[in-house]
């Protein structure tokens, strides 16, 4: 088969063989930490000093961990096929940069970004958020939160995730679940626009009878092997 317009979704299994915690496997964030306590507005609402110190802990992780040959294997692809290549990450992590890939959307936001919930500055935090800290922007005290998505949220860049999806001829699914919406609805947009959807997994996804494909394993060994 050839293509020329391909969209790659990617979940925590990706990052999982970096060191990097899975949400919903045994032993994942999920199993550890109530979601509703960390990830929602709801929580963050009631608690911010507690979802301040669950993102700061991960954000200081991403120091200790480095991009794995799943992340490098897509940047390569998208370095030499001739057609579109677009990464869609549900991942907050920075790997798939740090491996080298360009055109990337963070759907469900970055570790790295922070932004003012008073005057909606967006800026650059690779250090820990308290709830003590003033926007540089505006001067207000306390309106700092970290950029990611929670449950409730609307995901990043969704027209253009839309539009992609329309024009692509393969879609590759990777290392989710297929727990979460939207994303887990992006196989079907995909199918009904004619893609080739295949789905590359450690284990069987909640949705992996509606891929036309399906291979199981690690990221760093399935993916590489795809890309050949
Ligand atoms: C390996 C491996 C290895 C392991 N190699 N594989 C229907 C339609 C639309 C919305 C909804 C709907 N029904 C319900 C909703 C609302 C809700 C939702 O989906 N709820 C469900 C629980 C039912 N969705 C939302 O609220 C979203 N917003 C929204 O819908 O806005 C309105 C809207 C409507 C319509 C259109 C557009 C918008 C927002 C969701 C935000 C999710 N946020 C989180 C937290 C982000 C910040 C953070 O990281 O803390 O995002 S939750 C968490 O789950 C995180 C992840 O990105 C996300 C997905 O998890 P993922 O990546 O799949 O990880 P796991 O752990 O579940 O799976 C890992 C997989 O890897 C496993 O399968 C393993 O087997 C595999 N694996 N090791 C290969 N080495």
Redesign the pocket.
Known sequence: MSFSSIVIL?????S??SGVD????KG???SKVD?RD??TPEGFARDPERVHA??NE?RSGLSSVEPNA?HRALAQLEAEFAGDVLVV????DNLHERGGSKRLIH???E?TKIFCTKCGTRREEHGDLTTFDCCPQCGAMGTLR?D????????YQ?DEISEALQQCDLFVS????????????FVEEAHQAGAHTVE??????EHHTRFAEVRR????E?VPAFVE
């Open positions: 990617t979940g925590a299994g990706i999982a063989e899975t949400f919903r496997d994942g964030i999920w979601l960390v990830a669950f993102y991960r799943a990450t549900q991942n907050i759907m469900h936001g570790l970290p990611v998505v929670w449950f409730g949220e609307m995901p969704m990777i290392g989710t679940s297929g727990n979460v919406y939207p994303a887990a609805g590359l997994n450690l284990e069987a996804s394993g690690r990221a760093t399935l």
